[in-house]
Nanobody, 121 residues
Framework: QVQLVESGGGLVQAGGSLRLSCAAS????????MGWYRQAPGTQRELVATITSGGSTEYADSVKGRFIISRDNAKNTVYLTMNSLKPEDTAVYYCNFVVRSSWFSGESAYWGQGTQVTVSS
């Protein structure tokens, strides 16, 4: 089993910054993609940003130029640095890892528990 633990959410004023972290533990052979998703009340969960094992990144258009995703492979951790936050960024943020637990196993996706980010106007 693999566990993901998120931290760093909170309340911030518009224009402010926050940094989210998500660390994985458990049976981990390798981690392919890491990503952040978010879900606001009454909406579907949406992709925010992803980063591959090679460091390639993708961002939702709504966060390009404001958010930065990064990873520390030695710590099995992904970060999301959020700058110039807007009220519409308010949501529960979830991390997602694609993990191989052993040389012989396939990949499985795991989710964090979610962390609330609230941006006040």
């Amino acid at each position: 089993q693999v566990q993901l633990v998120e931290s760093g959410g909170g309340l911030v004023q518009a224009g402010g910054s926050l940094r989210l972290s998500c660390a994985a533990s458990g049976y981990i052979f390798s981690i392919n993609a890491m990503g952040w998703y978010r879900q606001a009340p009454g909406t579907q969960r949406e992709l925010v940003a992803t980063i591959t094992s090679g460091g390639s990144t993708e961002y939702a258009d709504s966060v390009k130029g404001r958010f930065i995703i990064s990873r520390d492979n030695a710590k099995n951790t992904v970060y999301l640095t959020m700058n110039s936050l807007k009220p519409e960024d308010t949501a529960v943020y979830y991390c997602n890892f694609v993990v191989r637990s052993s040389w012989f196993s396939g990949e499985s996706a795991y989710w964090g528990q979610g962390t609330q980010v609230t941006v006040s106007s």
